[in-house]
């Protein structure tokens, strides 16, 4: 396995050094993506990393296990668990990649307590854009390690990453919490994140109506058992949303993947807005009919292919935990999107361009997904509003989604002089920066029924053009 794993690096940076020798730019293709901006790629200016997706090793006695960058999270999960060993932080959707959640600062209801997925690594392996192979770790190249995290690949290119392990159980013990305020969710969370839990997230149903949730693993099961992974199961925010209505806490027990991945099905809510715009009936029957099409790999897929993702607002942004009230009230006032997803973040001030590098005790995620709205221009005006107020609360945003700032507002808040030296040190200056890479640059042209039509009949695939 090493053995191919090398020649597989070796490819990529004797093709990588063919650039720089030509002093040509670049971009890196998975393959996949879990971003909702809509990626084009030239095949003459990209570099193939899609086969990059074996798990090379998993050691059970230093509870580590080393991942080339393209494997996904369900593999990942599935060959750890043979171990008896999981990740401490697995992002919500099955197809989010391991370099995926390290470049995009990915984060779930593990993170109050490890932070982004990234903080769970011990190393990373890069090709930089020289051909030169390095690892980078809190001990070797530390401002790589740190400043790689949250840079969407524009410092080079990640080839294997070991990742810690945690011992796993059976099954999530899972406890409900209803609230009636955004203080008292707030309150809540940021109480619960102070204990012995291994879980916490939250929804918002309305500004005096949403559930906390915090789980701890377990072997031993705890009132009724609850799946959310089969056709037939209920979506996890429905379910939760009726214990949210009845007003009691309640705790049920979840088997372990069932809980690592209970967005999967509706990709959280945003599924049911397909319901919405092909007039089709929200009621468990067509949820059951549709299911192989709700899952988040294919949910993402129709996203690429419509550009649907143009009409959506689809955006997660973290504030420090003592704005968190303030934000939300500025959202249920100027957009009064429903539901509101609550997820705590172990705050992480060494990787710059991570959503979590705030100067709090705990930062507090909000996810804010939206209906469709019809006019691009009044589109871009609420991103812009988004942003703006984020900035004003001292907040930072998640760069999967759209990103409308000018490149002064950016650099307003992240650190380019630290950025610039470390693209100049590492030699990345021929890669497109996290600003060029997330920025909006082009509308495309939205097409729904042929990103159903290829959702429905086609393979996830991102647009290269010859």
């Known amino acids: 396995m090493y ?11 004797n093709i990588v050094l063919e650039y720089y020798k030509n002093k040509q730019p670049f971009h890196i293709y998975h393959g996949s993506t879990n971003s909702t901006r809509i990626l084009s790629f030239k095949r003459s200016q990209m570099v193939d990393t899609s086969n990059l997706d074996k798990i090379l090793s998993v050691d059970v006695k230093k509870m580590t296990a080393i991942c080339e960058p393209n494997v996904p999270m369900d593999k990942l999960v599935n060959k750890t668990l043979k171990y008896g060993l999981i990740p401490p932080v697995v992002m919500e959707f099955p197809g989010i990649t391991v370099g995926g959640g390290i470049q995009g600062a990915a984060a779930e209801s593990g993170s109050f307590k490890w932070g982004c997925f990234s903080q769970t690594f011990n190393w990373f392996e890069m090709v930089l854009t020289n051909g030169e192979v390095l690892k980078s770790s809190n001990e070797n190249n530390e401002d790589l390690f740190y400043g790689t995290a949250g840079s969407y690949g524009s410092l080079g290119i990640i080839t294997a990453a070991e990742i810690k392990l945690v011992p796993a159980c059976k099954y999530v013990k899972l406890s409900y919490i209803p609230v009636d305020s955004f203080n008292a969710a707030k309150d809540i969370i940021e109480d619960y994140a102070s204990k012995n839990y291994d879980y916490i997230d939250g929804i918002m149903y309305s500004q005096n109506s949403g559930v906390v949730m915090v789980g701890t693993l377990s072997d031993v099961t705890t009132g009724r058992k609850q799946r959310f992974s089969r056709s037939y199961d209920p979506w996890f925010y429905l379910h939760t949303e009726k214990i949210c209505q009845k007003g009691e806490p309640f705790t049920e027990t979840i088997p372990i993947k069932d809980y690592l991945f209970r967005y999967d099905r509706g990709a959280f809510w945003v599924g049911k807005y397909a319901f919405d715009l092909f007039h089709v009936s929200f009621d468990p029957f067509m949820r059951w009919l549709l299911n192989p099409i709700l899952h988040t790999r294919k949910l993402y897929q129709a996203l690429q292919d419509s550009g649907a993702s143009q009409r959506h607002l689809v955006q997660d942004m ?15 006032k100027t957009l009064n999107i429903y539901p509101l997803w609550l997820c705590p973040m172990k705050s992480d001030t060494k990787s710059t361009l991570q959503p979590n590098c705030i100067d709090t005790s705990l930062a507090m995620n909000v996810g804010i997904w939206g209906t469709e709205i019809e006019s691009y221009e009044e589109f871009v005006n609420l991103n812009r509003s988004l942003e703006k107020k984020l900035k004003q609360l001292g907040g930072k945003k998640c760069f999967y989604a759209q990103s409308f700032y000018t490149e002064q507002e950016f650099w307003d808040i992240y650190d380019k002089p630290k950025y610039q030296e470390l693209r100049l040190k590492y030699h990345a200056e021929s890669l497109p920066s996290v600003f060029e890479k997330t920025k909006v640059k082009k509308v495309y042209s939205v097409n729904i029924k042929r990103g159903l039509f290829r959702t429905i009949f086609g393979k996830a695939k991102l647009r290269i053009k010859d």
């Open 3 to 13: 053995e191919k794993h090398k020649i597989k690096v070796s490819n990529i940076s």
């Open 318 to 332: 973290a504030v420090p935990v003592v704005k968190t009230v303030e934000f939300m009230q500025y959202i249920d």
